[in-house]
């Protein structure tokens, strides 16, 4: 079989990436004996919003972190990720938020421009506008984490007591 046409005509088209076998092939060589599983949730706590969104309060949460004092945006292997959950002034906006500890393709891409992965400012914009009522008052941070039992169990339960104080409608989940 002739494979040159073939292979040319994979060069104009996307090729499917199985982020599965990918994941599991990158948890596997970071160590987890384990093998990476998806998560599954067959009750799912989402609900239908209730009101219109005019009367809607809405919550932002990242998987960045708040930058330390004096440290570089640029990759230190010297900082730890975050373990814990978090939460911070919604205004005013910060100025950036610490991402290089997280898997995302740092050649293809960069995170310095806040609004394209942290819509915070986006979110306010449709405040004025009247498209949603507020935001709230602090915008929340979670870790990422290998352990799905551990996010669902821990931090879940965390984030939901903090956005009920805050009176959240709308939960807008940024990951990177």
Request: glycine share 4%; proline share 8%; net charge negative.
């Amino acid at each position: 079989m002739d494979t040159s046409k073939s292979l040319n005509d994979l060069s104009t088209h996307r090729i499917a990436v199985s982020y599965i076998d990918k994941s599991r092939e990158f948890y596997s060589a970071q160590g987890y004996e384990k093998p990476y599983r998806w998560a599954a949730n067959l009750e799912t706590p989402f609900a239908a919003v209730k009101k219109p969104l005019n009367e809607c309060r809405v919550g932002l949460v990242t998987t960045a972190t708040i930058p330390k004092p004096g440290v570089s945006l640029e990759y230190d292997p010297g900082l730890l990720k975050t373990t814990d959950l978090f939460s911070a002034p919604s205004d005013p906006t910060p100025d950036a938020l610490y991402t290089m500890d997280r898997s995302w393709d740092k050649e293809a891409t960069h995170t310095l421009d806040l609004g394209s992965f942290f819509p915070l400012d986006h979110l306010k914009s449709f405040v004025e506008d009247g498209i949603i009522e507020s935001i709230s008052p602090r915008f929340y941070g979670v870790p990422t984490d290998y352990s799905q039992s551990r996010t669902s169990k821990k931090y879940g339960p965390k984030l939901d007591k903090q956005m009920q104080e805050d009176k959240v409608d709308i939960a807008l989940l940024v990951p990177l």
